[in-house]
């Protein structure tokens, strides 16, 4: 525990297997099946996948700040909204107010141990802006391009952390994580900010093209479910297409540094005017 902030520093990426429980893991599971069996009506469901309704589409995920929302794997809907798989497994995942509005991802996002990692990294007075629950299923979960969490969450001067708990083995063949080591001493490589243009159907842009990155340079980090990997704001990571019978389900949060720290205007994730981020050490 000690030497958790030194790794991240030098490696950009920390794994602490047996973080969680059996009955952690297990709560958080069944939590997620009720959470499927409360899935939006299919009226609902259109507006997010219709190729036609990009403008839709990106307003349902970018007011999904402080409610629960369902995302669909690509292949998983019909332009109207109806299943083309079975539920349980066309999800890709459910975000991003999580660790806010379910007591059971709330009672992990702030208990004690979280607050003790928050604490040996150095924050001061942390928050955590969103959070997911990741299904990676089997046949159907996508690929995950290598990509910088900074992209989507940009703070400065300190970056935002990952959290990212798996709740199920994780390893090459189901698509674990994979680190490009040592990235994340150069620099943030683009962003991904609302579209400053209000008159474009796109409501989120990219700034620059997707960076190419070579895949000898990343390692995989297949970890035991229970593990919890910390993952700094500037690391290249990716996680590639579950290729297994089995899913490979996550759940994920970031942590930013509020004292002296600022929250970019352009990030995706904004909270409604007035409200803040809850404050990891002041919230139970
Ligand atoms: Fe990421």
Redesign the pocket.
């Given at each position: 525990m000690k030497h958790i902030k030194n790794t991240l520093e030098s490696d950009g990426y920390v794994i602490l297997e047996g973080f969680l429980t059996e009955k952690e893991i297990e709560e958080l599971k069944q939590e997620t099946n009720k959470l499927i069996q409360e899935m939006p009506e299919q009226s609902q469901r259109t507006v997010f996948n219709t190729i036609t309704a990009q403008q839709n589409r990106d307003k349902y995920f970018l007011e999904s700040s402080d409610k629960i929302r369902y995302f669909y794997e690509t292949g998983a809907l019909d332009p109207e909204g109806k299943l083309l798989v079975d539920p349980n497994i066309a999800l890709n995942k459910i975000g991003h107010a999580l660790h806010e509005l379910n007591p059971v991802f709330r009672k992990l996002s702030f208990s004690e141990k979280v607050k003790e990692i928050a604490f040996q990294l150095g924050f001061e007075d942390p928050a955590i802006p969103q959070s997911m629950y990741i299904f990676k299923n089997p046949g159907i979960g996508g690929e995950v391009i290598p990509?910088q969490?900074a992209w989507y969450l940009y703070t400065e001067p300190k970056h935002v952390v990952?959290f990212w708990f798996a709740l199920e083995d994780a390893t090459i063949e189901n698509g674990c994580l994979w680190f490009s080591k040592g990235s994340h001493k150069g620099g943030v490589h683009r962003r991904c900010i609302r579209n400053p243009d209000k008159s474009s159907d796109e409501l989120l842009i990219y700034t620059a093209p997707a960076p190419t990155y070579q895949k000898s340079h990343f390692t995989a980090a297949p970890v035991p479910k229970g593990t919890l990997i910390l993952?700094h704001g500037q690391v290249v990571?990716f996680s590639e297409v579950n290729k297994s019978e089995k899913p490979r389900p996550a759940y994920t949060f970031h942590v930013i540094e509020q004292k002296d720290n600022k929250y970019s205007e352009e990030n995706w994730l904004q909270l409604p005017e007035g409200r803040q981020f809850l404050s990891l050490y002041k919230t139970n």
């Amino acid at each position: 525990m000690k030497h958790i902030k030194n790794t991240l520093e030098s490696d950009g990426y920390v794994i602490l297997e047996g973080f969680l429980t059996e009955k952690e893991i297990e709560e958080l599971k069944q939590e997620t099946n009720k959470l499927i069996q409360e899935m939006p009506e299919q009226s609902q469901r259109t507006v997010f996948n219709t190729i036609t309704a990009q403008q839709n589409r990106d307003k349902y995920f970018l007011e999904s700040s402080d409610k629960i929302r369902y995302f669909y794997e690509t292949g998983a809907l019909d332009p109207e909204g109806k299943l083309l798989v079975d539920p349980n497994i066309a999800l890709n995942k459910i975000g991003h107010a999580l660790h806010e509005l379910n007591p059971v991802f709330r009672k992990l996002s702030f208990s004690e141990k979280v607050k003790e990692i928050a604490f040996q990294l150095g924050f001061e007075d942390p928050a955590i802006p969103q959070s997911m629950y990741i299904f990676k299923n089997p046949g159907i979960g996508g690929e995950v391009i290598p990509h910088q969490d900074a992209w989507y969450l940009y703070t400065e001067p300190k970056h935002v952390v990952g959290f990212w708990f798996a709740l199920e083995d994780a390893t090459i063949e189901n698509g674990c994580l994979w680190f490009s080591k040592g990235s994340h001493k150069g620099g943030v490589h683009r962003r991904c900010i609302r579209n400053p243009d209000k008159s474009s159907d796109e409501l989120l842009i990219y700034t620059a093209p997707a960076p190419t990155y070579q895949k000898s340079h990343f390692t995989a980090a297949p970890v035991p479910k229970g593990t919890l990997i910390l993952i700094h704001g500037q690391v290249v990571h990716f996680s590639e297409v579950n290729k297994s019978e089995k899913p490979r389900p996550a759940y994920t949060f970031h942590v930013i540094e509020q004292k002296d720290n600022k929250y970019s205007e352009e990030n995706w994730l904004q909270l409604p005017e007035g409200r803040q981020f809850l404050s990891l050490y002041k919230t139970n």
